[in-house]
Structure formats: structure tokens, C-alpha cells
């Protein structure tokens, strides 16, 4: 699946929610997201930008998909559904 090039930081987070992801702090322009959904607490870090590099955006699918022991691909058509 080709990734968007129009996802904020922002609208990443709140679509990380639906995996349990819950912001826990935002320091300068980076958000960070916390997940306790396999009973190990999981640390991410997003950028607060108007539209994230899809390298950016590649590397944390990327962390989350290997946090949820799921496929990239799959994570971003959960995500995105485009």
C-alpha cells in the first residue's frame, strides 16, 4: 500500500488510538505516545507537523507494527483504509 502524503501528526495520533495508543506528553513540536496493550509499555514519538515525511511516517508504522506483531502493510490499510 502506497503511504499518504498528507498525514499530520496529529491525525496519526488519534488513529493510533484505535491500537491503544493515548498521548501522554507533548514536548516542543513532538508528541508521545504511550501503549499498554500487551502489558509492556510502548514509547513512540510523533512529530506535531501539518504533514509528516512518509519516511517519518514509514519509520513509525514500521515500530508500531513490530510492537503489535503485525504486518506494516496491514497496520497501514487499518490505518488509512485509502
Known amino acids: 500500500m502506497k503511504l499518504p502524503r498528507d498525514v499530520s501528526g496529529s491525525e496519526l495520533a488519534s488513529l493510533l488510538r484505535r491500537h491503544g495508543y493515548e498521548i501522554t506528553r507533548q514536548t516542543g513540536s513532538h508528541l508521545r505516545l504511550?501503549?499498554?496493550?500487551?502489558?509492556i509499555d510502548?514509547?513512540?514519538?510523533?512529530?506535531?507537523?501539518?504533514?509528516?515525511?512518509?519516511?517519518?511516517?514509514?519509520?513509525?508504522?514500521?515500530?508500531?507494527?513490530?510492537?503489535?506483531?503485525?504486518?506494516?502493510g496491514k497496520l497501514a490499510e487499518e490505518l488509512f483504509g485509502r
Open 42 to 72: 510502548h514509547h513512540i514519538t510523533i512529530p506535531h507537523h501539518g504533514h509528516l515525511r512518509v519516511g517519518t511516517l514509514n519509520a513509525i508504522l514500521g515500530d508500531v507494527a513490530s510492537y503489535l506483531e503485525m504486518d506494516r
Open 34 to 39: 504511550t501503549s499498554v496493550a500487551k502489558g
